[in-house]
């Protein structure tokens, strides 16, 4: 039996029913991702997304295995520039960041932080640690990739692979959240 876990925004409008394990727990140091959690951040009452060591967490799963209810279309789509290849979803009923899509990928990558702190995935590695300012300090608990490693493609890849190469699309209604 498959295992199935249910997220919700923080005000249980939206919810996401995940199925299976994740790919992957990681914290991506890219400038993008800070870039964007600093600017969710301005959103009343959005939550932290930055960790102390300018990380923002995330867990990686296969869209396949992800259904999302849209109750009412409060999802809204923010890009840092209208080129972005990135958009990040967000419930807008309470502010909560859900995930972070690339153009044309296989799989989403959920914001941490809508897991109970218990039941949180343990990140398993950092990712663009080059993206950090020099001499900024990181804990040595898991391994510091500077760009994304070869593991870390090659989870996704495996990924990919029992997908049978397929990338589905994520549809919202329209609309851009600006911050």
């Known amino acids: 039996m498959t295992e199935t876990t249910r997220l919700d925004c923080r005000c249980g ?3 996401l029913e995940l199925r299976g394990a994740p790919i992957l727990s990681t914290e991506c140091c890219c400038n993008s991702c800070r870039e964007a959690a600093e600017r969710l951040r301005k959103l009343p009452g959005a939550p932290m997304l930055v960790t102390a060591h300018g990380a923002t967490h995330f867990v990686l799963y296969r869209k396949d295995r992800v259904h999302l209810e849209d109750p009412g279309s409060v999802l809204k789509e923010l890009r840092l520039t209208p080129q972005s290849k990135t958009r990040r979803v967000v419930a807008t009923c309470c502010n ?3 995930f972070l899509e690339f153009e044309n990928g296989h799989w989403l990558s959920l914001y941490a932080c809508l897991w ?4 949180r995935p343990a990140p398993e590695l950092r990712t663009m640690t080059s993206d950090l300012p ?3 300090p990181l804990p040595a608990d ?5 760009t ?3 593991s870390f ?3 996704l890849l ?3 692979i029992a997908m049978g190469f397929r990338a589905p699309k994520v549809a919202i209604a329209p609309g851009a959240l600006t911050v």
């Open 96 to 98: 909560t960041p859900l």
């Open 142 to 146: 898991i391994p510091n990739a500077k």
């Open 13 to 15: 409008r939206v919810h």
């Open 153 to 155: 493609f090659a989870k």
């Open 134 to 136: 020099a001499g900024s």
């Open 116 to 119: 109970p702190e218990g039941s």
């Open 158 to 160: 495996g990924a990919w």
């Open 148 to 150: 994304q490693s070869f």
